[in-house]
């Protein structure tokens, strides 16, 4: 994703990511539905799930972050070098972190972190999750990656598994957003859980002389219009 940044350090203020998906829609509900980010590895897909919480956060819904590829800390890292702090959210238990990392690869817990000992049984997660959504109201959750449970998981009965899931946090007036990574799994696979989610959000990045361009587009959502087009994936400071 292209990043301007006017300053010679840190941003003292919060960065802006563009296009968020009320950019990109015309009307509809945005909240209690289950998005899809699709993507090749590199393409921006965790990044603007960061976003997605970030912006929510500052709009004063509370914030789930389901990490399997790696430790709440470099998510946490990542979301504060854009100036998007958790420490606030996490010491109220506004942000919340469902750590399906760290104890699979024998690291270091990360702090308030909920753990998740296995990625095999969605289950777990769906009993996790369930918990800490309990406390929270109209929260956006991320799961990154769902790659990572669908090649640890079970292939038949992950769709269904995954349905349940999204039925269960829409339902109680919650969001989710899954992060897919495109060039992992068979076109069947990309058809399937796309079919599952209300929005789907296909990201790409174009070779535009030596420095690499990010874009993003909306596939589809339920009960609104999509342009399609892409757009620049932009984070402004």
């Known amino acids: 994703m292209k990043i301007t940044d006017s300053s010679d350090g840190a941003?003292?203020?919060?960065?802006?990511a563009r296009p968020m998906i009320s950019d990109l829609v015309k009307f509809g509900q945005l909240t209690q539905v289950s998005y899809m980010l699709v993507g090749p590895l590199g393409?921006?897909?965790?990044?603007?799930?960061?976003?997605?919480?970030?912006?929510?956060?500052?709009?004063?819904?509370?914030a789930v972050f389901v990490t399997t590829d790696v430790s709440p800390r470099v998510i946490r890292n990542d979301m504060s070098r854009h100036g998007w702090s958790t420490?606030?959210?996490?010491?109220?238990?506004?942000?919340?972190?469902?750590d399906g990392y760290s104890e699979r690869m024998g690291a270091p817990k990360s702090g308030s972190a909920r753990s998740l000992a296995k990625v095999d049984d969605i289950s777990e997660l769906g009993i996790v999750l369930s918990e800490v959504l309990e406390n929270l109201v109209v929260a956006r959750v991320v799961i990154d990656s769902l790659s990572t449970l669908i090649l640890?998981?079970?292939?038949?009965?992950m769709p269904r598994a995954v349905q349940r899931l999204s039925g269960r946090v829409t339902q109680s007036s919650h969001s989710i957003m899954y992060v897919l990574e495109d060039g992992v799994h068979d076109e069947k696979t990309?058809?399937?859980?796309s079919y599952l989610a209300d929005a789907v959000l296909r990201f790409r990045i174009s070779d535009t002389g030596n420095v690499p361009?990010?874009?993003?587009?909306?596939?589809?959502?339920?009960?609104?219009?999509?342009?399609?087009?892409?757009?620049?994936f932009i984070i402004e400071r």
Do not use: C
């Open 43 to 62: 393409s921006g897909k965790t990044t603007y799930a960061e976003a997605f919480l970030a912006e929510g956060i500052a709009q004063g819904f509370p």
């Open 11 to 16: 941003a003292p203020n919060p960065a802006r």
């Open 213 to 232: 361009k990010h874009e993003v587009r909306m596939e589809r959502m339920r009960g609104t219009e999509t342009s399609r087009e892409w757009h620049d």
């Open 152 to 157: 640890h998981g079970n292939e038949v009965t």
């Open 87 to 98: 420490e606030i959210q996490e010491a109220s238990s506004q942000f919340v972190f469902i």
């Open 190 to 193: 990309y058809a399937t859980f």
